[in-house]
């Protein structure tokens, strides 16, 4: 494993690395604004948007941002471990963070077919088109992030392996995006109006 | 496991209770929207100052981020 000390108070090399961190700006200023566009409409229809709001299960979404977090969380120790070098006890913390990951999804999952089940769908109203674009959106970065989380946990604990700490921190930037971007959605869709 | 990082993942957890709660308990009203995206913001810049290590970066990425994302809440609040 590469030990080298990043210098992470250089502007040129934060966790996770620079092009990581371009692309967290970016996602945060898309989701952003679509955000800003949702709310402005939502005063605009405030009638159809508070009673679609309420058709939402508030107890799914705050679920669903506790796995997140919890598994944020134990991303966060893998790394730690990883940079300790204490390889497999990483490894542990990185297949708990998964498990969170595929919570997540199972329960989206039973929410989205309820929602198709009482026949809820893209152009149901205004409030419905950005939940499913929103959410959907998010789902894929989420499934995204389990597949670079999986492929980087393969090759950490491969013999000889050349997942270097920048590698391991890069991936974890991209699973917390995850969680920084839910933790916007989760408020103005399920709580705001 | 980090001290730090449990205690930041417990306030997490009480803050995203605390939100729900609130939001059962009152109707949404004028104030209390600015408390939901407050409470929000503070657990974003947990994530990303602690779970993320933003703390050990350069300025450029802590200020540019808190803009952003301070930006993002005032348009929000704003508007609504």
Same mark, same amino acid.
């Given at each position: ?5 990043i ?16 692309? %967290? ?13 949702? !709310?402005y409409y ?12 309420m ?6 979404g ?29 490894? !542990? ?16 999952? !039973? ?27 998010? !789902?894929?970065?989420? %499934?995204?992030?389990?597949? %670079? ?15 270097t ?21 989760f ?7 | +496991? ?20 609130i ?13 939901? +995206? /407050?409470?929000?913001? /503070? ?8 779970? +993320? ?5 350069h ?13 993002? /809440? ?7």
């Amino acid at each position: 494993m590469d030990t080298l000390k990043i210098n992470y108070k250089s502007i040129y090399y934060p966790p996770g690395g620079i092009l990581m961190w371009i692309i %967290i700006f970016l996602e945060l200023i898309t989701f952003g604004m679509a955000l800003v566009a949702f !709310v402005y409409y939502g005063i605009e229809n405030a009638t159809v948007f508070h009673e679609s709001r309420m058709q939402l299960n508030t107890a799914f979404g705050a679920t669903n941002t506790i796995f997140l977090l919890t598994s944020g969380f134990f991303m966060a120790n893998a790394v730690h471990l990883f940079k300790e070098n204490e390889v497999k006890k990483s490894s !542990v913390f990185f297949k708990l963070a998964m498990l969170g990951g595929f919570l997540f999804l199972a329960l989206k999952s !039973v929410e989205y077919y309820h929602k198709i089940e009482s026949g809820i769908s893209l152009d149901t109203n205004m409030f419905y088109t950005f939940y499913w674009l929103l959410t959907g959106f998010h !789902v894929i970065h989420v %499934i995204m992030g389990l597949v %670079i989380l999986g492929w980087t946990n393969y090759g950490m604990k491969k013999k000889n392996s050349d997942t270097t700490v920048e590698d391991v921190e890069a991936c974890a930037a991209f699973w917390h995006m995850c969680d920084l971007i839910w933790l916007l959605l989760f408020p103005t869709l399920y709580l705001f109006f | +496991m980090k001290n730090s990082l449990i205690l930041v993942f417990t306030l997490l957890l009480i803050i995203t209770i605390t939100t729900t709660c609130i939001v059962n308990s009152f109707s949404v009203s004028a104030f209390i929207a600015p408390v939901i +995206m /407050v409470l929000a913001a /503070v657990k974003f810049l947990l994530v990303a100052f602690q779970f +993320m290590e933003l703390k050990k970066a350069h300025s450029f990425w802590k200020i540019s981020l808190i803009i952003t994302l301070g930006l993002l /809440v005032i348009l929000i609040i704003g508007i609504k």
